[in-house]
């Protein structure tokens, strides 16, 4: 899959990209946004961590995600009891009396890890270091994962009850973190129309691997103007309570602020919103329209933001 021109690879890349989001909108109604910020994270090479009440759909979202993009898809329930090796494999002693590795279901494209906060933070971190590393050491053996790796995690806002939250630098793996609301009545008769019959929805596949990870590599290939790669580092550096760039109300509002992931995160995530919007370089509108999903994770708020009722997207809205 070569293109003459990088012009001509992009323009593939937003038709790939309406043809999948019309594919998906077949199984799943609604959700626009969220289906927007997976695909970005996709084309970015990230991860994506789901938050939202149960049923509304996020495992069907990755499966189908999965279908349309033609990639090998695991499902992990994440649960108190889960271990490590569950989720890279183990050595185990086979017949010829030597060890051999089993891989663990960590070894396909996508990944969805079905409420990560039910777990301990040692069998959290064997999935994040896979995240981090795109490999699984066993045994002090290195084993690569397959490309493109993709993890989508989900969490459960309700029910605190037994979960280990995860830690401000294992949110900081994830690209985007993205709240799932409730449908509209309108969409929530079409879902209960749709699944309440023998009618079976169905997609077509529209990319496969090798396409993905070229069009990741695009993504990267997108020329920025120092003005909207200043404008990104100096929106993060803004969230820095102690920073010199720091905005008047967040010495009070905010206890920590994001690191320079956030900053690599924003002009990535800029580049393929610009490309699915039909532009060839991002602008400063393309670096908001990623922020908050960005951001939000990586931000801690202070007592007083707590006390007002702000949340970190209110605050992530301020610093525009």
């Known amino acids: ?74 499902r992990i329930q994440f649960t108190p009891d889960l271990m490590p090796s569950d989720i890279i494999g183990a050595e185990i002693l086979g017949e010829d009396r030597n060890f051999k590795f089993i891989p663990g279901p960590v070894f396909s494209n996508i990944i969805l890890a079905d409420e990560i906060n039910r777990t301990p933070p040692k069998t959290q971190a064997a999935l994040l270091e896979a995240m981090q590393e795109k490999s699984v050491t066993a045994a002090g053996v290195t084993h690569k994962l397959a490309q493109p790796f993709f993890v989508l995690a989900t969490q459960n806002p309700i029910e605190q009850e037994g979960t280990y939250p995860l830690p401000e630098a294992q949110l900081d793996r994830f690209m985007f973190k993205i709240s799932l609301n409730y449908p509209s009545f309108k969409e929530e008769l079409e879902i209960v129309k749709n699944t309440t019959s023998t009618v079976k929805q169905s997609v077509e596949k529209v990319l496969n691997a090798e396409q993905i990870i070229y069009f990741q590599q695009l993504v990267r290939n997108i020329p920025v103007a120092d003005n909207v790669l200043e404008y990104a580092v100096k929106l993060v550096a803004k969230t820095r309570p102690d920073g010199e760039f720091a905005a008047p109300n967040v010495k009070r509002l905010l206890n920590w602020g994001a690191g320079p992931r956030a900053s690599q995160f924003l002009i990535l995530g800029a580049k393929c919103h610009a490309v699915i919007n039909g532009k060839y370089s991002p602008d400063i509108e393309d670096v908001q329209a990623v922020a908050k999903p960005i951001l939000s994770h990586r931000i801690v708020r202070s007592y007083h933001a707590e006390a007002e009722g702000l949340s970190t997207d209110d605050i992530v809205a301020q610093l525009f």
């Open 1 to 74: 899959m070569k293109h003459q021109s990088d012009v001509e690879a992009a323009d593939a890349l937003k038709q790939a990209y309406e043809k999948i989001r019309s594919e998906i909108s077949n199984v799943i109604v609604g959700q626009d946004e969220v289906v927007k910020f997976v695909l970005i994270s996709i084309f970015s090479n990230g991860h994506c961590l789901l938050v939202g009440v149960p049923g509304l759909a996020k495992t069907l979202l990755v499966q189908t995600v999965s279908q349309v993009l033609d990639l090998d898809f695991n």
